[in-house]
C-alpha cells in the first residue's frame, strides 16, 4: 500500500499511559494502524532511536489573517508549525477585525485549509469586537467550527457580561478561555513589579494581579458551572488557587506558555523587548513553581502563544514596544530544556503540548494509539544548534527571545495524518 | 587614569575607579569654572548635540554651558513631543543626526531605555540626561563630587534619600553610585512611592522620616511631581508636608553636620522648608549647580578622549 509507512526503531512516546518504549510503528490510511512490534511494510523510515511523539498541538496561535498579514500569514504559520512538529494550529481571534462572526470564522477557516501544511482550528472571540459587551453567537460559532471562545489578552472587565458569557455557553457546553489578569492592577505595566522592574525604571505589575483575575474568575465558574481554561498561569501565587478550583470539581484546566517556564524577569537585560510578553516574564521562583506545576499535571498544557510582532513594532522603547513572541518553531526545542533539566520527562511534555489540548478541545489528536490520526513529529532530542533567527525561522516575523540562544532538539520529520509535511523525504 | 567607558548610559556599568577618575578631574574643572577665563580646547572642533525629548532647563543649560567651555560645537536640537509616533521619531532622528557625523550626543526622553536603544544606532558617544524612571548619571555624579568636596570623603557616610523615590531616575542613579562606592544608605518615603523589591537593593527603607534620618551624614531629599500630590499616591501636599516635607525639626535628627542636598527644581514648602534650603550652613543646593558644570565638563571630556582613541585605532587598523 502506498500510504503505508512504517517507523522501525523508534523511542516511542506515549502521553496518555505516560510511557516510553522502543519500538516500531506502522501507519495506514492515515491513521496509526500498528504499534510496538511490527513488521516493516511501505515505505520503512528506521527512526535509528530518535523520538516518535504525537504532534504538537499548539493552543492560542496568533496568525495575521485577517488584517497583518505582513506579520504572519496561514502559509508562513503553517510551515514554521511544520518545522517546529506542531501538526495542529490552535488560533487565536486577536486579528484585526477580530474572529467574532460566522462570516469572519468561514473566511478564516477557507483560508487556512487553502494554505496550511498543517491542520488548523479556530478559536472565536467571546465578546463582539473583543469589546467585552455583548457576546457574540456562540452557538453559531460553534456550529461553523469555533473550538473555543476568548478575547485574549483583553480581560473581559464586567463581570456581569462576562457571567452571561459563561451562562450561555455552558448551555451549549463551549470552552470559555480566560486570561488571568487583574486589569486595574496590571494597567500600563510593562514587567513584573520587583527588584528588576525598579533598577530598570519600568512600570511593573505584582505577581498578584494574576491570582485575582483568576480568583474572579473561578467565582464565576462555581456561579454558572462553564468550561474554563486559564490560558497562562505563570505564578507561583495563582496555583494553590488552580488547585483548589480542581479539587472543588470545577470544570477548569490551565495552560502556560513556552517562555514563562524557560525565561525569567532579568532575561529582559537591557531592555530587549524580544523579551516583552503578556503576561510579563516572572521571577525564577515563579518559572521553576510553574515548571513543576506542569510536570505534576496541575498546568494542564503547554503551548507556544506564538505572536508574530515586525521589527518595527519592537524597535521602540520597552515601555512602547509590542508584547508577544514567535514560538511556533522554538517550542520544542525549547521544551527540550525542561527535559534536559531534569524537570520533566518527555511523555509528561508531550501530554502537556499534544494529548491534554486536544482532549480539552475534544479534537481526536494527541495521542499514540491505534486508531489514532497520524500526526506525528520525529525529532533528535539532544541534537545542538545555535538558533539564528533570520536563516532558521519559517514565520514572516522573527522576534524570538531564543536568537542566538544554544537549544537542543531538532524536528527530523513532521507528519499530518500520515503525509509527510516536514523534513528529508525518502 | 580609568576610564574605558564609550557612552556615559547609567552608573550600572561604571566601576568604582572610572568614577573616581571622572570626580579627579571634575574637580580640576571646578578650579577652571572658578577663573574669569574658563575656556579649555578639550573638544575643540568636535559636536555636540543636545537632544532633550523632555522638557529640561537647567540640566540642558549646564550640559551646553560645559560643552562651550571645553570648546565644543554645541547645538540644541528642539524634538517635539507631539509629532507622530515618539518612537519611530526616536530612530529615525538618531540616525538623522548620526548622518552629520556628531561626537557627542547628549539625549533625555520620557521613557526608560529610550537613551540605551539609541546608543546602539549611533557611531558617536552619548550621554544620558535622564531617561524615564531609569537613570541619570550625571546628577549622582555631581551629588557625588558635592559630597566628597564637603564630607572629604565618599566612603562610610549614611545617606538618606528621602521622598518620591518610584519616579526618580535621579533615586536610582545615586543608590548605584553611593553603593559601589560602600556607603550606608537609607531610603525614606510613603510606601506609595517606594519601589518594590528595593529591600533586596541591600538598602535600609522606611516611612517614618525622623526614623530615617537619625544620625544620617547626607539628606537628599527629591522633587515630588505636582500630578502626584493629589490623592493618587499621597492623600494630599500638606499630609505629606507634615509627614515628609524637611524642616528644621526633622533635620535635627540627623548629625549636626549633615548636608541637605536636593537635585531641584525645588517645591518650597512641599518637600522642603524655605528656611532649610537657604541655610547656607546646611544646604549645598546651590553648589550642586556648580558642581553639576564641572562634572559634565568631566564625563564629556573623559568620553571625547575614548572616541579619539578608538577612531585612531580604526584608522590605523585600516591603514594596516
Do not use: W
Amino acid at each position: 500500500m502506498s500510504d503505508t509507512i512504517t517507523f522501525t526503531n523508534a523511542r516511542l512516546i506515549d502521553p496518555e499511559g505516560l510511557t516510553e518504549t522502543t519500538g516500531s510503528l506502522r501507519v495506514t490510511g492515515g491513521r496509526i494502524a500498528a504499534l510496538g512490534d511490527v513488521a516493516p511494510e511501505g515505505r520503512v523510515i528506521d527512526c535509528a532511536g530518535k523520538v516518535l511523539a504525537p504532534g504538537i498541538v499548539d493552543l492560542g496561535v496568533k496568525v495575521g489573517e485577517p488584517g497583518e498579514r505582513h506579520k504572519e500569514s496561514f502559509r508562513s504559520a503553517g510551515l514554521a508549525a511544520a518545522a517546529g512538529g506542531v501538526t495542529t494550529i490552535i488560533t487565536r481571534p486577536d486579528t484585526e477585525p477580530p474572529i467574532d462572526s460566522p462570516e469572519t470564522l468561514e473566511f478564516v477557516t477557507r483560508r487556512a485549509a487553502e494554505a496550511s501544511p498543517v491542520r488548523i482550528r479556530h478559536m472565536a472571540a467571546l465578546t463582539k469586537g473583543r469589546a467585552g459587551r455583548e457576546m457574540t453567537e456562540i452557538g453559531f460559532l460553534l456550529d461553523a467550527g469555533a473550538v473555543a471562545f476568548t478575547d485574549c489578552d483583553r480581560v473581559v472587565s464586567d463581570t456581569k457580561v462576562l457571567s452571561r458569557c459563561l451562562s450561555y455557553a455552558r448551555s451549549l457546553g463551549a470552552l470559555v478561555i480566560g486570561h488571568p489578569q487583574d486589569p486595574g492592577l496590571s494597567k500600563g505595566a510593562a514587567v513584573t513589579s520587583g527588584k528588576f522592574a525598579s533598577l530598570k525604571g519600568l512600570p511593573g505589575v505584582s505577581a498578584m494581579a494574576e491570582r485575582m483575575g483568576f480568583d474572579r474568575d473561578m467565582a464565576l465558574v462555581e456561579m454558572t458551572g462553564a468550561r474554563y481554561h486559564a490560558d497562562q498561569i505563570t505564578c507561583a501565587r495563582t496555583l494553590p488557587a488552580l488547585e483548589r478550583a480542581k479539587a472543588n470539581g470545577l470544570d477548569v484546566t490551565a495552560g502556560v506558555s513556552i517562555h514563562h517556564v524557560t525565561l525569567n524577569e532579568f532575561d529582559v537585560g537591557d531592555y530587549r523587548t524580544f523579551f516583552k510578553l503578556t503576561p510579563p516574564l516572572r521571577s525564577e521562583d515563579d518559572r521553576i513553581a510553574v515548571a513543576q506545576a506542569l510536570a505534576s499535571g496541575l498546568i494542564d498544557i503547554l503551548c507556544s502563544m506564538h505572536t508574530p510582532q515586525d521589527e518595527e513594532s519592537k524597535r521602540l522603547p520597552y515601555e512602547e514596544a509590542a508584547a508577544g513572541a514567535v514560538a511556533l518553531q522554538t517550542l520544542l526545542p525549547a521544551a527540550m530544556r525542561l527535559y534536559h533539566d531534569g524537570t520533566m520527562t518527555l511523555p509528561q511534555l508531550f501530554r502537556a503540548m499534544s494529548l491534554n489540548p486536544a482532549r480539552r478541545l475534544g479534537l481526536p489528536a494527541g495521542r499514540l494509539s491505534v486508531g489514532a490520526a497520524a500526526d506525528l513529529v520525529l525529532f533528535d532530542p539532544d541534537a545542538p544548534f545555535v538558533l539564528d533567527r533570520f536563516t532558521m525561522l519559517a514565520s514572516k516575523s522573527k522576534n524570538t527571545p531564543f536568537d542566538g540562544a544554544k537549544m537542543e532538539g531538532k524536528v527530523l520529520a513532521t507528519f499530518v495524518g500520515g503525509r509527510q509535511v516536514y523534513g528529508e523525504q525518502g | 587614569m580609568t576610564f574605558r567607558a564609550r557612552h556615559l548610559l547609567g552608573i550600572e556599568h561604571l566601576a568604582p575607579d572610572e568614577i573616581r577618575t571622572l570626580l579627579d578631574l571634575a574637580d580640576t574643572y571646578v578650579e577652571l569654572n572658578r577663573r574669569t577665563i574658563k575656556r579649555t580646547d578639550a573638544l575643540a572642533g568636535m559636536t555636540q548635540i543636545n537632544m532633550f525629548f523632555e522638557n529640561s532647563t537647567r540640566t540642558q543649560a549646564s550640559f551646553e554651558l560645559a560643552g562651550k567651555r571645553l570648546g565644543a560645537d554645541v547645538m540644541n536640537m528642539a524634538v517635539s513631543q507631539s509629532s507622530v509616533k515618539k518612537g519611530e521619531t526616536l530612530i529615525d532622528t538618531a540616525l538623522t543626526l548620526n548622518a552629520m557625523h556628531p561626537d557627542l550626543l547628549v539625549v533625555r526622553h520620557p521613557h526608560s531605555g529610550a537613551v540605551n536603544l539609541l546608543a546602539q544606532k549611533v557611531n558617536c558617544a552619548v550621554l544620558n540626561a535622564g531617561d524615564g524612571k531609569h537613570e541619570h548619571p550625571t546628577q549622582a555624579l555631581l551629588d557625588a563630587l558635592t559630597i566628597r568636596r564637603r564630607k572629604g570623603r565618599l566612603q562610610r557616610l549614611v545617606v538618606a534619600i528621602c521622598g518620591d523615590i518610584a519616579h526618580s531616575r535621579v533615586a536610582r542613579s545615586n543608590l548605584l553610585l553611593l553603593g559601589k562606592m560602600e556607603n550606608r544608605l537609607r531610603l525614606i518615603g510613603p510606601p506609595t512611592l517606594m519601589p518594590a523589591g528595593v529591600g533586596e537593593l541591600g538598602v535600609e527603607v522606611y516611612d517614618d522620616m525622623k526614623a530615617g534620618l537619625e544620625g544620617a551624614d547626607v539628606v537628599m531629599m527629591l522633587r515630588l511631581q505636582k500630578e502626584r500630590m493629589d490623592g493618587g499616591f499621597i492623600p494630599s501636599e500638606r499630609e505629606y508636608y507634615h509627614r515628609y516635607g524637611l524642616d528644621a525639626e526633622k533635620l535635627a535628627y540627623a548629625k549636626p553636620d549633615a548636608i541637605v542636598m536636593h537635585p531641584g527644581p525645588m517645591n518650597r514648602g512641599v518637600e522642603i522648608d524655605g528656611e532649610i534650603a537657604d541655610d547656607i550652613n546646611r544646604s549645598v543646593i546651590q553648589e550642586q549647580v556648580e558642581m553639576g558644570v564641572a562634572v559634565r565638563m568631566a564625563a564629556m571630556d573623559l568620553l571625547a578622549r575614548n572616541l579619539k582613541a578608538e577612531r585612531g585605532r580604526q584608522a590605523a587598523g585600516v591603514m594596516a
